[in-house]
């Protein structure tokens, strides 16, 4: 079975200082991963992906994850914070080869950057 | 703007009532998908359609059902409707060249009263 873990329900940063959003992941054979934002009262944004290929994966916003098979994590970072990235972040998993297979989000994480 | 639209914004209505919330795809996007988000569940999957057919199934309750019309438009029905119903629903689409990758509407907000 297929599951995420966001293990932070908040996390606070300050501005210009790197930051970081937890996920871990269970699915059987590779996985689909994926980021997503949500700005209050929007509905959410795509902002990376994993598939193949190089761990590092560049998306929007100047976000990146880090996909780490043997610990089985995709965490979200950012070099450098600002006051605008606060948001709610949804981590997202998928098995790549099964098409019946659907989307599992995880519980997201509220950032929450200070001036 | 993500391309999909949904009606409407905001829905009231009272406990028993019947209502159909209404979700268009981008242009092009044959996969549907619902999404119910609660403060105290989070984002839950309800139900996935692709090209006019159920594909998943979620946590979908019984009182709930969704069908995609040739257009590729897409319905939620919620039936007898409890105060619990009260929720932001959201739907996605995706696309064949990026199956995964979806694309959220602006969600309808439902108060059951």
Do not use: M
């Amino acid at each position: 079975a297929q599951s995420v873990a966001q293990p932070e329900d908040q996390v606070n940063v300050a501005e210009g200082n790197p930051l970081t959003v937890k996920c871990t992941y269970s699915v059987s054979g590779n996985p689909y991963l994926f980021w997503y934002v949500q700005y209050p009262n929007r509905g959410l944004q795509f902002l990376l992906k994993y598939i193949t290929g190089d761990n590092l994966v560049k998306g929007s916003y100047g976000f990146e994850a880090e996909f780490n098979k043997s610990q089985t994590s995709f965490h979200l970072k950012k070099p450098s914070a600002l006051v605008s990235d606060s948001a709610l972040y949804f981590c997202a998993v998928r098995a790549l080869y099964s098409s019946a297979s659907k989307i599992i989000f995880g519980s997201g994480t509220r950032l929450s950057i200070r001036p | 703007d993500s391309g999909v639209t949904q009606t409407p914004k905001h829905l009231i209505t009272a406990t028993g009532q019947r209502v159909t919330l209404r979700c268009s795809p981008r242009s092009g996007d044959l996969s549907v998908y619902w999404y119910q988000q609660s403060l105290d569940q989070g984002l839950q999957f309800l139900i996935q359609y692709y090209n006019g057919e159920e594909r998943a199934k979620g946590n979908i309750l019984e009182r709930f059902s969704a069908q995609q019309f040739p257009d590729l438009h897409s319905e939620l029905n919620l039936s007898s409707l409890e105060l619990g119903d009260s929720a932001l629903y959201f739907c996605a689409s995706s696309g064949r060249t990026a199956p995964g990758e979806q694309y959220f509407g602006p969600g309808t907000r439902l108060t059951v009263t």
